[in-house]
């Protein structure tokens, strides 16, 4: 037997509504922002995510699939979204477009690293970005689209954490600062973090290393170095995240993963799944569109993962509006009966309501059985009986009750629809 590669799932078909259900909400709610969805292709060339993901990261120094293709080129399956999309709005001239563009995508990624709770080595990522807008309203706008979709999805135990890093004029000052807090440390960090220290401090702020965790805890935070610009911004999101009634905390330790992100970050923490609790994460990433070869362009958004926000909400009892069940199941008895089921089933799928008729040549038992485990709401029962009297017998399955009408298509569409409005 072959088994799955370590890391991945199967989404089973009992299992698949429960997708279905977040993804017309995260759906609903980006059309509501006027967001439009975007796709990109699963591997791009890997000199994108060199550029815009940066080489200091974990993702790019470990945790990225590569992979020479058969024209000798380096590819990569996307181990984030965010940078596919830059590359397409600079390739397709989105720039020219009224901006600022609003965009969504449902999008798998992949990263080799140690499974988690809702991180596997392939899940999905619901991603959100704005480009064009430098205002501090549109972070608000990108924060309060993710607390909208947490609303409307019932997940309350949630915590909001933001954050700025600032912009590389004072990025640079507070870097120096960072550089000399952490210099006579340097025996304590991890070989990862000894390497950083010269090439981008501001990473080991991230560090999941215990070691280098306990070191940052007194760091400098990046708040305090702040340009005015970037101070104004940042007191700006503040008073515009209370201005909707949205709660959030400062939070000087999030910098977040990647290396494109100046100004503003933030991460949504659950406290339903353990310590791997970040449900949504992102910020603003002003310069990722210059770094991939376009233009200066102001950027910002947000990945959620979908695994994680699924355990979420299992794990709050929340029923995903019920597994899919069929309208009607028509059960016939008889060769003959057999041979009506397919076009009477045609008819009713026609107008509307699905239908399943049987396949297996069961008893009519083991077919009224079947049934009730699909949860049908009306089985359609034709015997010989009916057939000579040109009638069907209709069950309905929650109440038991059980009428006789007219074996055509149109008057059983009508009757069992009316029972089941």
């Given at each position: 037997?072959?088994?799955?590669?370590?890391?991945?799932?199967?989404?089973?078909?009992?299992?698949?509504?429960?997708?279905?259900?977040?993804?017309?909400?995260?759906?609903?709610?980006a059309?509501?922002?006027?967001?439009c969805?975007?796709?990109?292709?699963t591997?791009?060339?890997?000199?994108?995510f060199?550029?815009?993901?940066?080489d200091?990261t974990?993702?790019?120094?470990?945790?990225?699939?590569t992979?020479?293709?058969?024209?000798?080129?380096?590819?990569?399956?996307?181990?984030?979204?965010?940078?596919?999309?830059?590359?397409?709005?600079?390739?397709?001239?989105?720039?020219?477009?009224?901006?600022?563009?609003?965009?969504y995508?449902?999008?798998?990624v992949?990263?080799?690293?140690?499974?988690?709770?809702?991180?596997?080595?392939?899940?999905?990522?619901?991603?959100?970005?704005?480009?064009?807008?430098?205002?501090?309203?549109?972070?608000?706008e990108?924060?309060?689209?993710?607390k909208t979709?947490?609303?409307?999805?019932?997940?309350?135990?949630?915590?909001?954490?933001?954050?700025?890093i600032?912009?590389p004029?004072?990025?640079?000052?507070?870097?120096?600062?960072?550089k000399e807090y952490?210099a006579?440390?340097?025996?304590?960090m991890?070989?990862?973090?000894?390497?950083?220290?010269?090439?981008?401090?501001?990473r080991?702020?991230?560090?999941?290393?215990?070691g280098c965790?306990?070191?940052?805890?007194?760091?400098?935070?990046t708040?305090?170095y702040?340009?005015?610009?970037?101070k104004?911004h940042?007191?700006?999101?503040?008073?515009g995240?209370?201005?909707?009634?949205?709660?959030?905390?400062?939070?000087?330790?999030?910098v977040?993963?990647?290396?494109?992100?100046?100004?503003?970050?933030?991460?949504?923490?659950?406290t339903?799944?353990?310590?791997?609790?970040?449900?949504?994460?992102?910020g603003?990433?002003?310069?990722?569109?210059?770094?991939?070869?376009?233009?200066?362009?102001?950027?910002?958004?947000?990945?959620m993962?979908?695994?994680?926000?699924?355990?979420?909400?299992?794990?709050?009892?929340?029923?995903?509006?019920?597994?899919?069940?069929?309208?009607?199941?028509?059960?016939?008895?008889?060769?003959?009966a057999?041979?009506?089921?397919?076009?009477?089933?045609?008819?009713?799928?026609?107008?509307?309501?699905?239908?399943?008729?049987?396949?297996?040549?069961?008893?009519?038992?083991?077919?009224?059985?079947?049934a009730?485990?699909?949860?049908?709401?009306?089985?359609?029962?034709?015997?010989?009986?009916?057939?000579?009297?040109?009638?069907?017998?209709?069950?309905?399955?929650?109440?038991?009750?059980?009428e006789?009408?007219?074996?055509?298509?149109?008057t059983?569409y009508?009757?069992?629809?009316?029972k089941?409005?």
């Open positions: 037997m072959i088994n799955i590669p370590k890391g991945t799932k199967d989404v089973l078909p009992f299992e698949s509504y429960k997708w279905h259900y977040v993804e017309n909400i995260v759906r609903e709610v059309r509501l922002f006027g967001a969805e975007i796709r990109t292709p591997f791009e060339h890997t000199e994108l060199l550029r815009g993901v940066g200091t974990d993702i790019v120094n470990k945790e990225m699939y992979f020479e293709d058969k024209g000798g080129r380096s590819m990569t399956l996307k181990p984030e979204g965010t940078a596919g999309v830059a590359r397409a709005f600079i390739e397709n001239s989105l720039f020219n477009r009224p901006q600022p563009t609003k965009m995508y449902i999008t798998p992949f990263r080799y690293e140690r499974p988690q709770a809702g991180r596997l080595r392939e899940h999905h990522q619901f991603g959100v970005e704005f480009f064009g807008a430098d205002s501090w309203q549109a972070d608000v990108v924060i309060s689209l993710a979709i947490f609303d409307k999805l019932g997940v309350k135990e949630l915590q909001l954490n933001i954050n700025s600032g912009c004029k004072c990025r640079k000052e507070y870097n120096a600062a960072l952490l006579s440390k340097i025996d304590g991890c070989a990862t973090c000894k390497d950083r220290l010269d090439k981008n401090p501001l080991i702020l991230d560090c999941k290393e215990e965790k306990e070191i940052i805890k007194d760091a400098p935070n708040i305090d702040l340009c005015d610009e970037c104004t940042h007191d700006n999101v503040c008073k995240l209370t201005s909707i009634g949205l709660d959030y905390t400062v939070n000087p330790r999030i977040r993963g990647l290396d494109y992100y100046t100004r503003t970050v933030f991460e949504f923490i659950s339903s799944i353990g310590a791997q609790g970040t449900v949504c994460g992102g603003r990433y002003n310069n990722l569109v210059e770094q991939v070869g376009g233009k200066p362009t102001s950027a910002v958004g947000f990945g993962g979908l695994e994680r926000l699924i355990i979420v909400l299992d794990k709050l009892g929340h029923t995903f509006g019920g597994e899919v069940v069929s309208d009607v199941y028509i059960a016939p008895m008889c060769d003959e057999r041979q009506l089921a397919m076009p009477l089933a045609k008819s009713l799928r026609e107008k509307g309501l699905s239908c399943e008729y049987d396949l297996m040549d069961r008893s009519f038992k083991a077919q009224m059985k079947y009730d485990k699909l949860g049908c709401r009306a089985v359609v029962i034709i015997g010989e009986d009916e057939i000579k009297e040109c009638r069907a017998s209709v069950k309905f399955m929650y109440s038991g009750e059980q006789s009408v007219s074996l055509d298509g149109d059983i009508e009757y069992i629809s009316s089941l409005s």
